[in-house]
Each structure stands twice: as structure tokens, then as C-alpha cells.
């Protein structure tokens, strides 16, 4: 380029951009140019000041390769590989960082395609649509590797991908296979997830952004503790987006969860409203009721248990597929041992609580369970209340937490402690023992006040604790 004046091949083939881009820019009134008789003109020190101006858009990888003329020949001679590299009947040129080659339409026409590998290593190969030379296909090499190049080493780059496309990535590639619960994920993500954030680009969403779907979620009178389950599942994909190279930060990390303090359900079920619901429950589901109070276990536990976990000789239930993972032993009490000898006198599967028609698991027990209730005047009583009693009839008969948190199958006594409830006749119990306190006390020092000298004498060499 020693003209001072460039034409559109040279000034493209400086700033390696394809020639319909400097058209566009040309357009636009980007770059600046000259119209002599109808041709398009740049002066040369004005594109090279374009170009230092603009050297942060137009660096990449490429910037590092050398630039070559519009023949070719010197950029072929110093990267070309390959005996046959520089023949003229050669279809095919291997640069080291790509390949360029041609191919033939049925209508004779020739096409040029470029051969390179991303950063994962797999083989990419594609057409260079609207490319008329072999320089033309050797830039948008050049521009493909430079892309690959800042993803991979770049600090402050991440690969760009929309919300929506990340959601089927994070469904198929992490929730199905570590996560039982990942139809949870899928509802919340298609429901509200995706039709609030699907359109955005990860990069793009923002903490105020999240703050405004929370707001909209509150708006909307949706349980605080739905929401923060939502903005949990959120949190998630934007640490697996970090280590997947889709993100550089979290940002769910700067909102704050709503309080759940208010949203806790304690509710236990009496001894007075057990035996009205036993006497109104079906016969199937009395036997699964009394599973669940006398063990604590989950709703899924007691209808997926099989016989093979049940061992009446040692009297113990052995728990697997439990919601956190890890198995349990729970022993069985006299009452339910008599239950289960039972159902073991009319089995009918391999499942200890089965469907009769299907021999099957019941999916659920909410319908006869709710008509229970409801028969036996019983409100606001949910079947994992049931669990919720076992662990408060626990904690009144003197377990401690330690053994209770086995027994629930928690990781946390902090979870163990959301279980443990007393209701208000023990609150008023506990409140007067501090008036019994205080009534003995004035007793004893009435009766002093009303000793003899002698009787004051022996009550104080008495020691106060004897050791046998």
C-alpha cells in the first residue's frame, strides 16, 4: 500500500474486515472516504489513524499473523504447509492455525470453505458464504480464530449464549442426571424463568434485573419462599454459566432472599384429631398414616418402601433413595410392627403399600387424604405435617436432636430444628414451673423463719447433697 490514495480490496485487506463491511461502514459514515468520479477512495494516513482509534475492535488473534498483499504470494510462502502448498492445481491450503479449500458446485460454480478447530478441540468446517477470493476466505479464517483465541485466553470475555439456550444446556447436561428432583427445575424454568429471562444473553442479566423479577413475583402474590426457591435454582446455573466459561460472575449473588420466618407451617396433629382421622380413613391409607407417624418418614419413602428393606425379625426399616442421598435405619415400634405384620399376611408386591388394582406404588395419596380430613373436621392439615408430629411427639418423650436428625435423615440439626414444635400447653406448663420455683422457695424460708435455735443448728451442719 504505497498508493496515497487505497481502494475498498486494500483498505479491507488492512484492517481485516470483509470488503462489504467497509461498504456498510462507508454507508454509515464510519470510516472516512472519497468519491472521485463515482469510485471509492481512502486516503492512506486517515485509515491508519482509523484503524489506531479503533485498534481495541478490530485486534484479535489476527492482529499477531502477518498481513499479506492482494496476490497472496508472500503470506502463502511464509505460512503455507505442505509440499503441494504452493502448486497452482492445489485445492486445498493449510495456513497451521486453518485450512482454506475450494469445491465445485454442480453448476460449476466455485465455492470456498474454511477448516479449523474450536476450543474444545472438535473439527469445525463451513462455508465462506458471498466469498469471491481465496483472501477473502483466508480473512474470515482469520477472524474465526481470533474469536476462539480471546474466549479461550481472554479474562474479561465469555462465550455468549441466551438464557433460553443455557436453560436446555443446564436441564440436559447437570439437573436430569445429578438432581431427582429436576422435573422441580423444568416446571420453574419454563413457567417463570424462561418467559421472564429466555430473551436476555447471560452478560445481560443484571441484579436489577433480578430484583425486578422478585418484585414482580411479590406483585403477583406469590409465596416468598417460591420465589426464593426460584432464585436458588437461578443462582445455580449462573456458578455452573462460571464454570462452563458462559459467565465471568454471579449475579444473583448481590439480592438478598425474602425472610421465610413468617411462612413456617407449624402445624401438629393432636392426639384427639389422630384417632378422628384414623377412624375416617380408608383402610390402605390408615396403614401408610400410622407408617408415617411412627417413623417420620417422607410421603415418597413410605410409598416407594419395599419388602426387601423391611426386616420384622431385627424390627428395622431401612431407607434408600431418600431425598438427600444418604440411607437410614429407622427401628420399629411395637404398634407399627403389628401394622406391618399384617399387610405382610395379605401381600400383594413387592411394595409394602401398594395399589390393589395395579400392584403398583400409589403416585399419590393427596385425594383420599384430603376426604379424610375433611370427614374427620380435621383443617389445614398437610400429610408432611405427619412427619412434623413425629418429630415434636419425639422431642416430648425425651430424644435429643442428635438422634432425631438420624432418624429424619438430615445433613443439619439447623434443618432438624424447623421440625420441633411444642404446642401451648407445654409453653404454659413451662411458664409455671417458674411459679412452682418461686412457691417452694417462700415455703422453706416460712418454715425457717420458724425453727429454734437447736433446729437451725442441725439444719446447718446437714450437708445439702448426699453421695451413696
Known amino acids: 500500500m504505497n498508493q496515497?490514495?487505497?481502494?475498498?480490496?486494500?483498505?479491507?485487506?488492512?484492517?481485516?474486515?470483509?470488503?462489504?463491511?467497509?461498504?456498510?461502514?462507508?454507508?454509515?459514515?464510519?470510516?472516512?472516504?472519497?468519491?472521485?468520479?463515482?469510485?471509492?477512495?481512502?486516503?492512506?494516513?486517515?485509515?491508519?489513524?482509523?484503524?489506531?482509534?479503533?485498534?481495541?475492535?478490530?485486534?484479535?488473534?489476527?492482529?499477531?499473523?502477518?498481513?499479506?498483499?492482494?496476490?497472496?504470494?508472500?503470506?502463502?510462502?511464509?505460512?503455507?504447509?505442505?509440499?503441494?502448498?504452493?502448486s497452482k492445481k492445489s485445492k486445498r491450503w493449510n495456513y497451521g492455525f486453518g485450512t482454506v479449500y475450494v469445491r465445485k458446485t454442480k453448476q460449476g460454480r466455485i465455492r470456498y470453505y474454511i477448516d479449523y478447530h474450536e476450543k474444545d478441540g472438535k473439527?469445525?468446517?463451513?462455508?465462506?458464504?458471498?466469498?469471491?477470493?481465496?483472501?477473502?476466505?483466508?480473512?474470515?479464517?482469520?477472524?474465526?480464530?481470533?474469536?476462539?483465541?480471546?474466549?479461550?485466553?481472554?479474562?474479561?470475555?465469555?462465550?455468549?449464549?441466551?438464557?433460553?439456550?443455557?436453560?436446555?444446556?443446564?436441564?440436559?447436561?447437570?439437573?436430569?442426571?445429578?438432581?431427582?428432583?429436576?422435573?422441580?427445575?423444568?416446571?420453574?424454568?419454563?413457567?417463570?424463568?424462561?418467559?421472564?429471562?429466555?430473551?436476555?444473553?447471560?452478560?445481560?442479566?443484571?441484579?436489577?434485573?433480578?430484583?425486578?423479577?422478585?418484585?414482580?413475583?411479590?406483585?403477583?402474590?406469590?409465596?416468598?419462599?417460591?420465589?426464593?426457591?426460584?432464585?436458588?435454582?437461578?443462582?445455580?446455573?449462573?456458578?455452573?454459566?462460571?464454570?462452563?466459561?458462559?459467565?465471568?460472575?454471579?449475579?444473583?449473588?448481590?439480592?438478598?432472599?425474602?425472610?421465610e420466618k413468617d411462612n413456617l407451617k407449624e402445624r401438629v396433629l393432636s392426639e384427639?384429631?389422630?384417632?378422628?382421622?384414623?377412624?375416617?380413613?380408608?383402610?390402605?391409607?390408615?396403614?401408610?398414616?400410622?407408617?408415617?407417624?411412627?417413623?417420620?418418614?417422607?410421603?415418597?419413602?413410605?410409598?416407594?418402601?419395599t419388602w426387601s428393606c423391611v426386616d420384622l425379625k431385627q424390627r428395622l426399616i431401612q431407607v434408600v433413595k431418600t431425598k438427600s442421598g444418604k440411607n437410614r435405619e429407622i427401628p420399629i415400634n411395637d404398634d407399627l410392627l403389628e401394622v406391618l405384620e399384617e399387610l405382610k399376611k395379605h401381600k400383594l408386591s413387592d411394595y409394602v403399600f401398594p395399589n390393589p388394582k395395579t400392584g403398583n406404588p400409589f403416585k399419590t395419596v393427596r385425594h383420599s387424604f384430603e376426604s379424610a380430613c375433611r370427614r374427620a373436621e380435621i383443617l389445614n392439615l398437610r400429610f408432611h405435617d405427619l412427619r412434623h408430629t413425629f418429630s415434636c411427639r419425639m422431642i416430648q418423650k425425651g430424644c435429643d436432636i442428635e438422634t432425631l436428625r438420624d432418624l429424619l435423615g438430615h445433613h443439619s440439626i439447623t434443618v432438624t430444628q424447623r421440625y420441633i414444635h411444642t404446642n401451648l400447653d407445654r409453653k404454659k406448663l413451662a411458664v409455671e414451673l417458674l411459679a412452682a420455683k418461686k412457691t417452694e422457695k417462700e415455703a422453706d424460708l416460712s418454715h425457717i423463719c420458724h425453727m429454734d435455735d437447736g433446729e437451725k443448728k442441725e439444719r446447718a451442719t446437714t450437708p445439702l447433697f448426699s453421695i451413696n
Open 4 to 86: 496515497s490514495l487505497l481502494n475498498v480490496n486494500e483498505v479491507s485487506s488492512f484492517l481485516h474486515v470483509h470488503p462489504k463491511t467497509i461498504y456498510k461502514w462507508k454507508d454509515v459514515g464510519k470510516i472516512p472516504y472519497l468519491n472521485i468520479n463515482g469510485l471509492i477512495r481512502f486516503k492512506k494516513d486517515e485509515i491508519e489513524k482509523f484503524k489506531d482509534k479503533n485498534r481495541g475492535r478490530l485486534s484479535g488473534f489476527a492482529e499477531f499473523l502477518p498481513k499479506f498483499d492482494l496476490s497472496l504470494e508472500k503470506y502463502d510462502i511464509m505460512l503455507l504447509k505442505g509440499r503441494s502448498a504452493l
Open 123 to 259: 473439527r469445525k468446517r463451513e462455508i465462506v458464504k458471498n466469498a469471491q477470493t481465496r483472501s477473502e476466505a483466508v480473512l474470515s479464517l482469520q477472524k474465526k480464530v481470533a474469536e476462539i483465541f480471546d474466549v479461550a485466553y481472554s479474562p474479561n470475555r465469555a462465550k455468549k449464549i441466551k438464557f433460553m439456550e443455557f436453560s436446555e444446556l443446564y436441564l440436559e447436561n447437570y439437573s436430569k442426571l445429578n438432581k431427582k428432583s429436576w422435573k422441580c427445575d423444568y416446571y420453574s424454568l419454563n413457567a417463570h424463568l424462561v418467559p421472564y429471562f429466555g430473551k436476555f444473553e447471560l452478560s445481560g442479566i443484571t441484579p436489577l434485573l433480578i430484583e425486578k423479577y422478585r418484585a414482580e413475583r411479590l406483585k403477583a402474590e406469590v409465596n416468598k419462599s417460591s420465589t426464593n426457591r426460584e432464585l436458588a435454582l437461578l443462582k445455580r446455573m449462573f456458578n455452573l454459566a462460571i464454570d462452563w466459561d458462559y459467565s465471568k460472575e454471579n449475579p444473583v449473588r448481590k439480592v438478598r432472599l425474602f425472610s
Open 272 to 305: 384427639e384429631e389422630e384417632a378422628k382421622l384414623l377412624e375416617e380413613s380408608a383402610e390402605h391409607l390408615r396403614s401408610i398414616i400410622l407408617t408415617a407417624l411412627y417413623t417420620g418418614m417422607r410421603k415418597n419413602e413410605i410409598l416407594t418402601l
